[in-house]
């Protein structure tokens, strides 16, 4: 398959994935504000709160779809000077509008909620009202799963958040029918507390989606699969020794960009590794749709079997220490006296004191060599 094929297939693919996002937002708005329009007028012909609250949590929601609408035009933007990498990442932003939008509704129905605690009134519920709600539960697992899935297979952060909202209000609506039931049965009201306890799981919600968005914007760890697959695609290539430091920014869904250093024999000429890295790039891109925006290289000694040495000596002693993840980049310059590797470091300990224990180790063994050590990131 040519690059430009390629190319062509993701552009029809982001297309298509557009398609999805619009029409999955447009079912969902139009579900939620019937859904939102009855349950409004039950709960004030019942009288009760909890119902009246469940059809403004569905009015929230017709708003979530039409911010992810809006989102996903503006990310389409195609990129300009300002912004050269395009404007994906505004998805991540809609993504934090809606979450801020559940919290608001969930703290508003709850100050509605402890009112009605406070200054009770009694619900009264018709036949007609309770087969509606149990309509609208069923109504909104099913959209809930179809939004949540379209969501998951087009990787729409705003799509799965509203879809993960929509089975939560299902469980919600399912808690006010199981209160109107017990009221009718026993005269035990418990509409307000009913109230207060959706208000809870709302804004808990919204807080978790916030919580996934906001990560996601700061940079998260490496996908373990995705890094594996990287690695692999890159490794399987003639003479790569190894590939480490890959580091994938996240410009958008279904746009990222990556660095990587590979380790490669140190007979190999420039024209030989500009043909390789351009082959890796295209693979890569192929096969996963990430873009290799650079191939750092790292040398390693084919020449010598006392380089191979000198490096499983001090491989070994860099080991004994737990918070010494990985040794790569490994190089030695037997006549100069020189050797230059990098490590791999844990999270929670301090780089430079570390690096000046592994230095310190390295010069008791090899007291004759300059030595360069470089502090690396546990990437994933």
Same mark, same amino acid.
């Given at each position: ?14 297309? &298509? ?24 007028? $039950? ?22 779809? $039409? ?5 996903? /035009? ?5 990129? &300009? ?5 395009? =404007? ?13 939008? @559940? ?11 402890? /009112? ?8 009264? %519920? ?5 087969? $509606?709600?149990?309509?609208? @539960? *069923? ?15 087009? &990787? ?37 507390? *009913?109230? *207060?306890?959706?208000? $809870? ?22 996908? &373990? ?58 693979? @890569? ?14 040398? =390693? ?7 191979? /040495? ?20 490994? =190089? *030695? ?35 004759? %060599? ?11």
């Amino acid at each position: 398959m040519s690059k430009t094929q390629t190319h062509n297939d993701n552009i029809d693919k982001e297309v &298509n994935r557009n398609k999805v996002i619009v029409k999955t937002s447009v079912v969902g708005i139009v579900t939620n504000v019937i859904l939102a329009s009855v349950k409004a007028v $039950i709960g004030l012909m019942a009288n009760s709160i909890a119902v009246v609250l469940d059809a403004v949590n569905n009015l929230s929601d017709a708003l979530s779809s $039409i911010i992810t609408i809006v989102g996903n /035009k503006l990310s389409r933007k195609l990129p &300009n000077e300002k912004h050269p990498l395009g =404007y994906g990442r505004i998805e991540y932003l809609t993504a934090m509008v809606i979450a801020s939008i @559940v919290i608001y509704a969930g703290i508003t129905s709850c100050v509605e909620s402890v /009112k009605k605690i406070i200054h009770p009134e009694a619900a009264d %519920y018709s036949t007609v009202s309770l087969v $509606i709600i149990a309509i609208a @539960v *069923v109504v909104k697992v099913v959209l809930g799963r179809y939004v949540k899935s379209q969501g998951e297979r087009v &990787n729409s952060g705003s799509l799965i958040a509203s879809g993960s909202d929509a089975l939560f209000d299902a469980i919600l609506s399912l808690s006010v029918l199981a209160s109107a039931l017990i009221f009718i049965f026993t005269g035990l009201s418990l509409e307000a507390y *009913v109230g *207060v306890l959706i208000s $809870i799981f709302i804004v808990k919600a919204g807080f978790e989606m916030l919580k996934d968005t906001v990560s996601d914007l700061l940079g998260k760890k490496n996908d &373990n699969e995705l890094t594996k697959q990287i690695k692999s695609l890159i490794r399987s290539e003639e003479g790569i020794h190894g590939a480490y430091d890959l580091v994938i920014n996240d410009y958008g869904p279904e746009k990222k960009l990556a660095s990587v250093h590979v380790e490669l024999p140190d007979t190999m000429t420039v024209a030989d590794l500009d043909s390789l890295t351009r082959k890796i790039e295209k693979k @890569v891109y192929r096969e996963t749709g990430v873009i290799l925006t650079a191939i750092g290289v790292y040398s =390693y000694n084919t020449k010598d079997d006392e380089a191979a /040495k000198i490096r499983d000596t001090i491989s070994n002693k860099i080991k004994s220490h737990d918070w010494a993840l990985q040794m790569h980049g490994f =190089y *030695v310059d037997i006549e100069a006296k020189e050797m230059r590797f990098d490590v791999v470091i844990k999270f929670g300990v301090d780089a430079q004191e570390a690096l000046d224990t592994i230095k310190s180790e390295a010069a008791l063994l090899y007291p004759d %060599y300059k030595i360069q050590v470089s502090p690396d990131i546990d990437l994933g």
